[in-house]
């Protein structure tokens, strides 16, 4: 499997990451411990190299327990942690009704010391401001990200929903490594970024590559969650959002049956085969689609299937969550 480098490090990973999240935050009751800590336990067997988590993602397994996500996949990478690339994030709070974005220095330095301790390890290798602060410039974000690495704290860093303004700034001061955007077929409004990546030299690892699921095929408007389950209010899981995606479901299935591939696959495929230093982090917690989605890596897409449908999403109209 060809590995891809994550900007100017002597970081390399695997074409597909991991996306931690869902084992324990936001799609309903978390995964018990023992069985979240199996399956990052088996993800590593797969070939997944590159995971991704953050101090935010925590939440309840059906008996009440409290899922931290650090702290499983520090548990879980004890026998192999020289083999992987670890990706975390801080600067955000869950308040009543929305995040709450806190990136002040005091809160960088807090945020590391927790998240190596729950991680088990002394040494974080990407960590990203997981949201913007408009309260705090990027050059004191940038310069505090540059002590973690002077100190030996942190390798390399990077910005989650990056803008390029920000991106930029940030960047003159300490060079950012990788940025993390939401990236799909349904979401393609940081496309803008790609010739910023290029120049730069920065990754683009995008985050709910599959549009929440929706990409799958897996789901129909009949389809119910959790009630913790944040994709009861995204607007593509919505009778209006899967009748103005039918053309695009169809399409990627059809392309699919062509490739002997998933709709999952085809839509994970696009991305990476548009551009090399694309790599998507979709999250499951089924051992099935975990599988499925590393062979993603192996399917091969032209420049006329993409255009084909670059060109068919450019005329549609999908309600999709954090559309723009």
């Known amino acids: 499997m060809n590995q891809k480098r994550l900007g100017r490090t002597d970081l390399y990973v695997n074409p597909v990451g991991l996306g931690c999240m869902g084992l324990s935050h936001a799609y309903g009751d978390a995964v018990s411990h023992d069985e979240a800590i199996e399956f990052l336990k088996k993800s590593f067997k797969t070939g997944y190299n590159f995971f991704d988590t953050a101090e935010v993602y925590v939440g309840k397994t059906s008996d009440g327990k409290i899922s931290n996500n650090e702290e499983l996949l520090g548990l879980a990478i004890e026998s192999f942690r020289g083999d992987i690339v670890i990706a975390s994030k801080f600067g955000i709070g869950i308040g009543e009704n929305s995040l709450v974005p806190d990136s002040s220095p005091e809160t960088i330095r807090k945020s590391i010391n927790a998240t190596l301790k729950r991680l088990n390890i002394d040494c974080l290798d990407l960590y990203y401001q997981h949201r913007i602060d408009s309260k705090v410039e990027p050059e004191t974000v940038a310069g505090e990200m540059q002590k973690l690495i002077d100190e030996g704290l942190i390798k390399a860093w990077g910005i989650s929903e990056a803008n390029e303004e920000y991106l930029r700034k940030a960047n003159d001061v300490c060079s950012v490594t990788a940025i993390q955007n939401r990236y799909s077929m349904l979401a393609r409004w940081h496309e803008n970024l790609f010739p910023v990546c ?121 309600p999709v969550f954090g559309g723009h």
Request: hydrophobic share 35%; aromatic share 8%.
């Open 198 to 318: 290029e120049e730069l030299n920065i990754t683009f690892v995008a985050f709910s590559p599959m549009a929440n699921g929706f990409l799958t095929g897996m789901y129909n408007q009949n389809s119910t969650f959790d009630k913790s389950d944040y994709r009861n209010d995204m607007a593509q899981y919505t009778p209006e959002g899967f009748k103005s995606a039918q053309k695009l479901t169809d399409l990627l299935k059809s392309i699919a049956d062509d490739k002997n591939a998933t709709s999952a696959q085809i839509s994970l495929a696009w991305m990476m085969c548009k551009k090399d230093y694309i790599i998507p982090i979709p999250g499951t917690t089924s051992l099935k689609n975990m599988e499925s989605n590393l062979k993603a890596a192996s399917v091969k897409m032209s420049s006329n299937e993409i255009s084909e449908i670059d060109e068919l999403l450019d005329n549609l109209d999908v």
